[in-house]
């Protein structure tokens, strides 16, 4: 009868331990799993490299640490953005979303962008109005997010353009240093032509100005009307009817 008791009596508590421990164990597996910050990195990797593929040269990224210790609840499309005020060149800061059922957060990730590239600078001294040639330039492997916007990196973009100031040695080339070449001089005797539907005139005139090709230009003609055309190569003044 005792020992009926003391079993009776014992029941209850191993039934209660079992129970306890099925529920930490339950509570244990349903726990939320944090994201993995490698994954968020890649994602910002991965976004910079397909949205900078355009760029002329290598691109270089180098995605800032995130700290350690931080904690997001896990999300099933990480979504990285540009921030407003920021672009993706030199030092920069790239978000990284999570908008889902599951989660909603956002952080934000320094990071570095360099571009090297061949970069045109001048291989000697260039004397303004001086006519561009493939001898008066050279190429230099530079980072493109450490100098300023449109430098130049094709030669086609330089050969034959006209020195628009003095330009020492070493110089890397911008397009507002550089002008296209005149085919109209001011004082010069050019032929004025207009061309309509079943027509053709011609007449000679005084350019007023230095024109490059397809650039407005004044013309004296010999009533001594002045009249605006399109400068054109080999002395012609195209009137527009």
């Known amino acids: 009868m005792i020992r009926y008791l003391m079993l009776n009596l014992c029941l209850?508590?191993?039934?209660?331990?079992?129970?306890?421990?099925?529920?930490?164990?339950?509570?244990?597996?349903?726990?939320?799993?944090?994201?993995?910050?490698?994954?968020?990195?890649?994602?910002?990797?991965?976004?910079?490299?397909s949205n900078t593929a355009t760029l002329p040269g290598?691109?270089?990224?180098?995605?800032?640490?995130?700290d350690k210790h931080l904690t997001l609840p896990i999300c099933p499309q990480l979504e990285p953005f540009i921030p407003a005020g920021n672009r993706l060149w030199g030092k920069t800061s790239i978000g990284v979303r999570c908008n889902?059922?599951?989660?909603?957060?956002?952080?934000?990730?320094?990071?570095?962008?360099?571009?090297?590239?061949?970069?045109?600078?001048?291989?000697?001294?260039?004397?303004?109005g001086q006519i561009m040639t493939y001898e008066?330039?050279?190429?230099?492997?530079?980072?493109?997010a450490q100098l300023p916007e449109g430098i130049l990196t094709d030669a086609s973009q330089i050969v034959g353009k006209v020195?628009?100031?003095?330009?020492?040695?070493?110089?890397?080339?911008?397009?507002?240093?550089?002008?296209?070449?005149?085919?109209?001089?001011?004082?010069?005797?050019?032929?004025?032509?207009?061309?309509?539907?079943g027509f053709n005139i011609q007449s000679e005139g005084q350019a007023l100005a230095d024109a490059t090709d397809g650039q407005v230009v004044q013309v004296r003609n010999k009533s001594g009307r002045i009249i605006s055309g399109l400068a054109?190569?080999?002395s012609i003044v195209e009137i527009r009817p």
């Open 232 to 234: 054109r190569p080999n």
């Open 12 to 49: 209850p508590m191993i039934v209660l331990i079992f129970f306890s421990s099925h529920v930490l164990a339950s509570r244990h597996s349903t726990a939320p799993p944090n994201q993995e910050l490698s994954q968020i990195r890649n994602a910002i990797e991965n976004f910079i490299y």
């Open 58 to 66: 290598q691109v270089i990224v180098n995605v800032g640490q995130i």
């Open 163 to 197: 020195a628009a100031t003095n330009l020492p040695a070493g110089q890397p080339l911008r397009p507002q240093m550089l002008r296209a070449p005149f085919v109209i001089l001011r004082g010069q005797t050019v032929n004025l032509v207009v061309q309509g539907r």
């Open 136 to 144: 008066d330039i050279a190429p230099q492997n530079v980072n493109l």
């Open 100 to 128: 889902s059922e599951f989660a909603t957060w956002i952080i934000y990730v320094q990071s570095e962008i360099n571009v090297m590239s061949n970069v045109l600078h001048t291989a000697r001294p260039i004397s303004i």
